[in-house]
């Protein structure tokens, strides 16, 4: 099969298998460059563990710390004449590269907000790891199953009180635009996103694992978290999206109530913005992503997932210092929020149009960072080619 990216708004509906493994090999060749983390992770759970920051989460306890990793994610298989979703090919090749390194790696395809899916997880660690030292918790989901009720919970991205217009930005035509965001009309709304995003799912899964006794002595947990500028906390951080990351900062304090006899302990880290399928989503945020790529890079301070992650763990959870913030939230976003960095972004928001937005944003990086998510432009890939996709499907299972 020739596969081609084919797009409607901000999904791609296809993904490249080979284009996917070079995402994969590129992460893993960062992580090794950066030399082996000192006392790193041994045994890691990560809870969505196929694109984005669990990806990378991944790929930097197994290459940075000869880590044994089970993934958790929801992705999908490609079919005859149907490519898989990018999140099945990273893990495809992910676990090839793993293999052929020696490095254990399993995955578990389902939801994670099941009672089922944490019950199989459980399984494969007692039967092949025995406990877990570092359990990553990075779902990005639009909507939650309660495990207990049933009951399925859709979450909004809107502005909470009044309506909420600013900027925002096609990224693919680069027209500019003003957008206008109605605010919540119910607090059901609030809570539904809450239910999503929010700390539940995270206790869950930590209080499953401990009554399981695969939590190992010391073992600690991280979850991601983001705050951004003032400019989008209409829609994010004071949003409904900001309350469920409320929620999941607040539950930092009930999981290490649950670590305490393990003398285990859980973090959340806030991260940069960055783009990932969930949030090119977000209304606003990539004209703000644009922007910011471009005055980070020509700081040289630009990283993407895999720079994030390699730092949060060589630098914050494994070896320097955790530096956290008055909240208690590890911080890996702290260069993204640097004085001179916003001042800079703050002021490109005022000028930047339609006609000016190549030469002011970095939108060709965030379109290629969009379109590299799902395996597509990449210089070593000739994309006119037949992909060999089946070889790549069987070696996940
Ligand atoms: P992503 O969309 O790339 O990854 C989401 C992961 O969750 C995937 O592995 C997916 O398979 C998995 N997933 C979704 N629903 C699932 C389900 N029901 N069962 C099992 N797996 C499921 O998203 P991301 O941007 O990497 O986000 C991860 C976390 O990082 C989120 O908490 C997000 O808010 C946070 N974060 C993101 C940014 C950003 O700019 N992208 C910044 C800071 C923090
Ligand atoms: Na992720």
């Not at 990553?136 to 217009?165: D, N």
């Not at 799912?201 to 399981?212: G, R, T, Y």
């Not at 913005?273 to 703000?288: C, R």
Request: proline content about 4%.
């Amino acid at each position: 099969m020739i596969i081609q990216p084919r797009t409607r708004g901000f999904i791609c509906l296809t993904s490249h298998p080979e284009g996917c493994a070079e995402n994969v090999k590129t992460q893993i060749e960062y992580v090794k460059s950066k030399g082996q983390i000192v006392n790193g992770p041994k045994k890691v759970l990560v809870i969505g563990a196929s694109t984005g920051f669990g990806l990378a989460s991944r790929i930097s306890a197994a290459f940075g710390s000869n880590a044994a990793t089970i993934g958790v994610f929801f992705e999908k298989p490609g079919t005859e004449g149907r490519p898989g979703t990018a999140g099945w090919y990273n893990s495809a090749a992910f676990e090839e590269q793993a293999k052929q390194a020696g490095i254990y790696a399993k995955s578990i395809n389902g939801d994670a907000f099941s009672d089922e899916i944490k019950k199989e997880t459980i399984e494969l660690i007692k039967k092949d790891l025995g406990q877990v030292d570092l359990v990553v918790y990075s779902l990005a989901s639009p909507r939650r199953t309660h495990p207990k009720t049933g009951v399925a919970y859709a979450s909004v991205l809107k502005p909470i009180g009044e309506p909420f217009t600013n900027k925002t930005v096609d990224f693919h035509t680069g027209v500019v635009s003003n957008i206008s965001i109605d605010p919540v009309k119910e607090q059901s709304d609030i809570d539904n996103t809450i239910a999503v995003m929010g700390g539940e799912d995270w206790k869950f899964w930590i209080e499953d694992l401990k009554a399981a006794g695969v939590l190992a002595n010391g073992a600690k947990t991280v979850a991601y978290s983001y705050i951004g500028p003032e400019l989008t906390y209409p829609i994010y951080r004071n949003g409904t999206i900001g309350m469920a990351k409320n929620d999941l900062e607040a539950t930092v304090p009930v999981i290490n109530d649950l670590l305490k006899d393990l003398n285990g302990v859980s973090y959340v880290s806030v991260n940069k913005a960055l783009v990932t399928q969930s949030s090119s989503a977000i209304p606003v945020v990539p004209l703000y992503i644009s922007l910011l790529y471009k005055v980070m890079k020509e700081k040289n301070i630009h990283e993407g997932c895999i720079e994030q992650m390699q730092r949060l763990f060589a630098d914050r959870l494994y070896g320097g210092s955790l530096a956290l913030d008055t909240e208690g939230r590890i911080r890996v976003d702290d260069w993204e929020m640097r004085e001179d960095v916003q001042s800079a972004v703050a002021k490109l928001w005022e000028e930047v149009t339609s006609e000016n937005i190549e030469a002011i944003s970095d939108l060709a990086g965030y379109r290629k960072d969009f379109f590299n998510l799902f395996g597509f432009e990449f210089d070593s890939i000739d994309y006119t080619l037949e992909s060999d996709e089946l070889t790549t499907v069987a070696s996940l299972k």
